[in-house]
């Protein structure tokens, strides 16, 4: 008999058992069975030869009518021949060419009135279709695939394989884990699969690999992909569980604090989402258990000045605040809009400070020794009560006297074990807050943030004005032109602009079809914006240069600012008004949209013009018009959403996730998802521990490790 965790190759032998872990990393039984099929062809519905197309995947039954084998000069091997052999085959209703290259064996495999399934792609030589290197599976004389039950059970499984390993290969090596299989222990528990109408696991791999009708596949799928989502939400469930077990110091607000004096100083008034968002956070941090919670929101909303007045709730508490950025140039801007926000209140210590004031200290690794020691101290004391900086504030050596709120400016670049590595080295957990740069899907909210809190921000602070996007074709010169005319002339009104590139150029291998930086910035200054201030920004740059170019664009020495994508997220220079982004339908949607919400920030308002040698009836077309046609961060990712593919939407960040999803999408599976959330929530609220279910427990335990392993691995 067979478990689950066997070794392959105990069960369908050492050669095979390689080339499968070769192929597809399968090392165990489990893995196998979990390699489920793609998709299925059910034996009515095989494709009659006379009705083939060019590039349709076609799975025919046929019988061979004619055997042909050419030799000929190599090409590649120059003094040897290759071979091709020729197979007509036909079903009475057509004929069509099996080719197989340097296969000569083929021959005595399929001799005349052979008759099988051909499965491949339809493609065309010399006029006429052919099928190039085809699965292929002989029937015996009774009709049926040798050591198969398919032509009686009727559907044929197609699984994602190799040019090493073929689906009927792979078919056969999970009849023989099948036919051998321990009863099997189900994740799943009974009540909840019952609810559902789910099959048990047994009945489902049964049904999903070897299926006698579609329902019976059908039913293995949503069986397998509830069961993905509702793991993945029993890790969640319990992280939130959890967090409200552990201890965490209460957070008060202090009447007449930081707080509330840089409250009265804003020169804005708070949105009505500002603050009811303030509100939950505020209540969060009065706890005596940990805040552990997501803000997003629309571009522009005002995620920072809410981040900051929470920060200095806790600092007015006697506690420190940490701002996490995902890179130095970010973490350098949010360090200058800190201090620049709060004036005397961030100068303690220092002339002008004012009564009751903190100081604000930047980490990064880039920094000098003496600057690196002084903030280290600073932080190690408590006398500065926030502190900003970027993944070097992870670093062991480290220290805090009291830390009481990690805010997490995440914009999907840090990962649950990142989050985490600073609140686990405190003694008593500090309070959490995640920002992300732009709006998210309640899907990917779900999945990638499932164990946060979520509140939302959609409105945006008065005053500010709309942006308008045009998509601007690079292969029309006059349009072309008019783009650096309209530069200009917000240069000439006393504002400035930002011009994106993707990559910065000097690389080896040079790619030609984007534009460089340094050949942007090169032509730029020296053609269609000669005589403007042009300055460039990118990240090989030393730390003191990007900072000293930041510095100067913010205070307005600089017209014109290229840059690559290191000025996406939170950078804020209010007089910036026009954005041109060269190449970009190399950028997302969500990237995009992110991108232009550096211009308009000001009394003026804003101009975002997308250069791309796209056609119009291109798909990257259309992501490019669906962001000029709506500012509405949370109707582009949905679009978003929809456009991309399921690891681009989890992001590597996710990948202990990413490789655990098989049959669920985030994209297409949002009912299965909250579904399953509902069903994990209401178990671990019944038993916490998983006592009574040590299947499931066993399941969630291999799903954190993976996460675990791979986040080791990357840090």
């Keep these: 008999m067979t478990s689950p965790q066997d070794r392959l190759r105990n069960v369908v032998g050492d050669r095979t058992a390689k080339k499968l872990e070769s192929a597809f990393d399968m090392t165990t039984a489990d893995d196998l069975l979990r390699h489920y099929p793609r998709r299925y062809v059910a034996l009515g519905q095989l494709s009659d030869l006379s009705e083939l197309q060019v590039g349709q995947y076609a799975t025919v039954l046929a019988r061979v009518s004619e055997v042909k084998t050419h030799t000929y000069p190599s090409r590649r091997r120059p003094g040897k021949r290759d071979s091709r052999t020729e197979v007509v085959i036909t079903d009475g209703t057509g004929r069509l060419t099996a080719t197989f290259f340097n296969q000569t064996w083929r021959g005595e495999q399929l001799k005349f009135d052979t008759v099988g399934l051909f499965a491949g792609t339809v493609g065309e030589f010399r006029g006429s279709l052919q099928l190039t ?47 051998t299989i321990d009863p099997l222990d189900d994740p799943l528990p009974p009540s909840v699969r019952t609810d559902r109408n789910l099959p048990d696991i047994a009945t489902a791999f049964e049904f999903i690999h070897r299926p006698r009708s579609a329902e019976q596949w059908q039913s293995a799928r949503d069986r397998f992909r509830f069961e993905e989502a509702f793991l993945l939400q029993t890790v969640f469930a319990r992280r939130r569980a959890a967090l409200e077990h552990d201890p965490a110091v209460a957070r008060p607000p202090r009447a007449g604090g930081l707080r509330d004096r840089f409250a009265e100083r804003l020169p804005f008034d708070l949105t009505a989402g500002q603050r009811s968002v303030l509100d939950e956070i505020s209540r969060d941090l009065e706890r005596t258990h940990p805040m552990h919670r997501l803000l997003q929101g629309e571009v522009g909303s005002g995620k920072t000045v809410v981040a900051l007045l929470a920060m200095l709730q806790v600092v007015d508490a006697g506690a420190q605040a940490v701002l996490l950025a995902p890179t130095e140039v970010l973490a350098a801007q949010h360090y200058r809009a800190v201090t620049s926000l709060l004036g005397d209140l961030a100068q303690s210590g220092m002339l002008g400070g004012a009564d009751g004031a903190t100081r604000v200290q930047l980490l990064t690794g880039s920094m000098g020794a003496k600057a690196r020691n002084a903030s280290l101290l600073d932080i190690a004391s408590g006398a500065a009560g926030i502190v900003v900086g970027t993944h070097a504030l992870l670093q062991e050596h480290v220290q805090f006297a009291d830390l009481g709120l990690v ?58 004005k709309e942006i308008q996007t045009t998509v601007v074709p690079d292969g029309r010169q006059a349009w072309v032109d008019r783009v650096w005319e309209r530069v200009r002339e917000e240069v000439a009104r006393g504002r400035q602009a930002y011009v994106v590139v993707s990559r910065i150029g000097g690389e080896d291998g040079t790619e030609s079809d984007r534009k460089a930086l340094l050949d942007v910035f090169a032509e730029l200054s020296a053609g269609p914006l000669v005589g403007l201030r042009v300055g460039m920004l990118h990240g090989r740059m030393a730390s003191d240069e990007k900072d000293a170019t930041m510095t100067a664009f913010a205070a307005g020495e600089l017209d014109v600012l290229v840059a690559t994508t290191v000025i996406e997220v939170g950078v804020d220079v209010p007089n910036a008004t026009v954005m041109v982004v060269m190449d ?55 679009v978003d959403l929809e456009l991309r593919h399921e690891g681009d939407v989890l992001g590597t960040r996710q990948s202990g996730i990413r490789s655990s999803l098989r049959l669920l999408s985030v994209v297409r599976d949002e009912e299965v998802i909250a579904d399953a959330r509902v069903a994990a929530l209401q178990l671990i609220a019944d038993d916490p521990e998983l006592a009574d279910h040590p299947t499931l427990a066993a399941a969630v335990h291999e799903l954190e490790a993976t996460e675990q392993a791979e986040f080791m691995e990357r840090t």
């Design 133 to 179: 290197h085809p699965l292929f599976e002989a029937l015996e004389s009774d009709g049926e695939p040798a050591g198969t039950s398919r032509i009686a059970r009727g559907i044929i499984p197609i699984y994602p394989a190799t040019a090493a390993v073929d689906s009927f290969a792979l078919e056969k090596c999970v009849a023989m884990v099948l036919d």
């Design 407 to 464: 805010v997490v400016d995440e914009q999907h670049r840090f990962g649950v074990e990142q989050r985490a590595a600073l609140a686990d080295r405190s003694e008593v957990r500090p309070h959490t807050l995640v920002m992300t740069a732009t709006p998210i899907p309640r899907t990917v909210a779900m999945t990638v943030f499932g164990d946060l809190e979520t509140s939302t921000l959609r409105e945006l602070p008065a005053g500010r």
């Design 584 to 638: 970009a339908e190399r950028f997302g949607i969500s990237q995009l949209h992110q991108l232009r919400g550096r211009v308009g920030r000001g009394s003026e308002p804003g101009l975002c013009l997308l250069m791309t040698s796209s056609a119009e009836d291109t798909p990257a077309w259309e992501r490019l018009s669906a962001v000029a046609s709506t500012t509405d961060g949370f109707e582009l990712s949905s």
